[in-house]
């Protein structure tokens, strides 16, 4: 079915399948390496680009193709490019993108690894880096050099829920030539769309939101035009980190739902970030959609919703929030986000060990702080059960 002109739920639903012969109403999982070319000059034809046609699985497979099509459509982007993980997303965009002597700006708190990668690799190959608080445009401007190529944001960021004006960062990059690069992953195209707002490429880790039931690893890069697509697409193709079919049958399975699980677990994160907000022993609270967070209004204007993802702090810092942490039954204590099910987590002593303490200082990432991915469970047994844990604090 073309879904070019429908709407986001049929998107989600129904764009990236193609006709089967046997009428499958699922994608099947073509489990190969590779594919037998029809003849010499069809397998040649192919390989030059002259006819269509599957080569071998890490170069493209129609199960993993279908998955990369519905996220190209959903993120109104030109192609899809599905990878073994988020960092392999990641990756094969810096890899695409930066060389020996070229700048990349980047927003301070994201993922760890997301910014580890580049103070401890990239940075062996001559790529130069800073980072900002890219919440704060004249920040942006204030790190701009002759040689910066990338602008790479994370909005709401990795855990400190800073957002950064998509709009606004898209037009002072392109004035100065520079491409920039978003993860969506704590929004997905369903409460964000970067490339519609004026960004050239937006990736996830697909581990969260996008599949959303814990089951898999993995990542997408949309690039908004043919030539940024071909280009990272390439760099992929050379690094080896294609997603693998049955990955993205299982991918493709959970994005279907993408927005009423969307739905239920952010009307559920409003309710316990209200009800944080509100505990005595609660210090602090950071939650997109309570109009305390100092970009509230900028999250209504860019974002549909609010996502499900809290940071806080209690009175008391670390050693309060490890008693939280280990008094509590129905969230998991665990890391990756955007499930089905409630997670808690330490970044400090967790998913941002990796950056050096005066780092996570510089990104605001202090050691109280605990966060809180909302999943989609009756709320008031997640809000029973971290009262419980409340008042062992
Ligand atoms: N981008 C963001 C915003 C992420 O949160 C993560 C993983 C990645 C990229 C990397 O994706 P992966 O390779 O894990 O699929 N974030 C994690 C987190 O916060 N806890 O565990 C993993």
Same mark, same amino acid.
């Given at each position: 079915?073309?879904?070019?002109?429908?709407?986001?739920?049929?998107?989600?639903?129904?764009?990236?399948?193609?006709?089967?012969?046997?009428?499958?109403?699922?994608? #099947?999982?073509?489990?190969?390496?590779?594919?037998? $070319?029809?003849?010499?000059?069809?397998?040649?034809?192919?390989?030059?680009?002259?006819?269509?046609?599957?080569?071998?699985?890490?170069?493209?497979? #129609?199960?993993?193709?279908?998955?990369?099509?519905?996220?190209?459509?959903?993120? /109104?982007?030109?192609?899809?490019?599905?990878?073994?993980?988020?960092?392999?997303?990641?990756?094969?965009?810096?890899?695409?993108?930066?060389?020996?002597?070229?700048?990349?700006?980047?927003?301070?708190?994201?993922?760890?690894?997301?910014?580890?990668?580049?103070?401890?690799?990239?940075?062996? $190959?001559?790529?130069? !880096?800073?980072?900002?608080?890219?919440?704060?445009?004249?920040? *942006?401007?204030?790190? *701009?050099?002759?040689?910066?190529?990338?602008?790479?944001?994370?909005?709401?960021?990795?855990?400190?829920?800073?957002?950064?004006?998509?709009?606004?960062?898209?037009?002072?990059?392109?004035?100065?030539?520079?491409?920039?690069?978003?993860?969506?992953?704590?929004?997905?195209?369903?409460?964000?769309?970067?490339?519609?707002? @004026?960004?050239?490429?937006?990736?996830?880790?697909?581990?969260?939101? *996008?599949?959303?039931?814990?089951?898999?690893?993995?990542?997408?890069?949309?690039?908004?035009?043919?030539?940024?697509?071909?280009?990272?697409?390439?760099?992929?193709?050379?690094? @080896?980190? /294609?997603?693998? #079919?049955? %990955?993205? $049958?299982?991918?493709?399975? @959970?994005?279907?739902?993408?927005?009423?699980?969307?739905?239920?677990?952010?009307?559920?994160?409003?309710?316990?970030?209200?009800?944080?907000?509100?505990? #005595?022993?609660?210090?602090?609270?950071?939650?997109?959609?309570?109009?305390?967070?100092?970009?509230?209004?900028?999250?209504?204007?860019?974002?549909?919703?609010?996502?499900?993802?809290?940071? $806080?702090?209690?009175?008391?810092?670390?050693?309060?929030?490890? *008693?939280? !942490?280990?008094?509590?039954?129905?969230?998991?204590?665990?890391?990756?986000?955007?499930?089905?099910?409630?997670?808690? %987590?330490?970044?400090?002593?967790?998913?941002?060990?990796?950056?050096?303490?005066?780092?996570?200082?510089?990104?605001?990432?202090?050691?109280?702080?605990?966060?809180?991915?909302?999943?989609?469970?009756?709320?008031?047994?997640?809000?029973?059960?971290?009262?419980?844990?409340?008042?062992?604090?």
């Amino acid at each position: 079915m073309n879904t070019k002109n429908k709407g986001f739920n049929t998107k989600l639903v129904h764009a990236g399948a193609f006709d089967d012969p046997f009428g499958s109403a699922v994608t #099947p999982i073509y489990q190969t390496s590779t594919f037998a $070319f029809k003849n010499a000059q069809h397998g040649a034809d192919c390989f030059a680009g002259k006819s269509d046609g599957y080569i071998y699985t890490r170069i493209g497979n #129609p199960t993993i193709n279908a998955f990369e099509t519905a996220m190209a459509e959903l993120e /109104n982007g030109f192609g899809g490019i599905a990878t073994s993980s988020g960092m392999a997303a990641v990756s094969s965009v810096y890899f695409a993108l930066l060389g020996t002597g070229k700048h990349i700006i980047c927003s301070s708190s994201v993922y760890g690894p997301s910014r580890g990668i580049l103070e401890r690799d990239f940075s062996r $190959f001559g790529v130069e !880096m800073t980072f900002v608080n890219t919440s704060k445009i004249s920040e *942006i401007q204030k790190a *701009i050099k002759e040689n910066t190529e990338v602008l790479y944001i994370e909005t709401p960021t990795n855990p400190t829920m800073q957002l950064t004006d998509l709009v606004a960062a898209s037009e002072l990059a392109h004035k100065h030539g520079i491409k920039v690069v978003v993860d969506n992953t704590f929004s997905s195209p369903y409460l964000q769309k970067p490339l519609d707002l @004026g960004c050239d490429v937006v990736l996830h880790s697909v581990t969260k939101y *996008i599949n959303g039931h814990a089951d898999i690893v993995g990542g997408v890069i949309i690039a908004k035009e043919e030539e940024m697509y071909k280009k990272i697409r390439a760099s992929m193709i050379y690094l @080896g980190g /294609n997603m693998d #079919p049955h %990955q993205a $049958f299982l991918t493709h399975r @959970g994005l279907k739902t993408l927005s009423i699980r969307m739905e239920k677990a952010q009307e559920n994160a409003m309710k316990v970030a209200e009800y944080l907000e509100k505990h #005595p022993k609660v210090e602090w609270i950071l939650y997109p959609g309570l109009k305390s967070h100092p970009q509230h209004e900028l999250a209504k204007k860019q974002m549909s919703g609010f996502s499900s993802m809290i940071s $806080f702090g209690l009175k008391g810092g670390l050693a309060a929030g490890r *008693i939280l !942490m280990d008094n509590v039954h129905l969230a998991l204590l665990a890391v990756s986000l955007g499930g089905v099910e409630t997670l808690i %987590q330490h970044p400090a002593s967790m998913t941002h060990a990796g950056m050096s303490k005066e780092a996570r200082k510089a990104a605001d990432i202090t050691d109280g702080l605990v966060r809180l991915s909302v999943g989609i469970e009756t709320v008031e047994d997640i809000i029973h059960d971290l009262d419980q844990a409340l008042a062992k604090v």
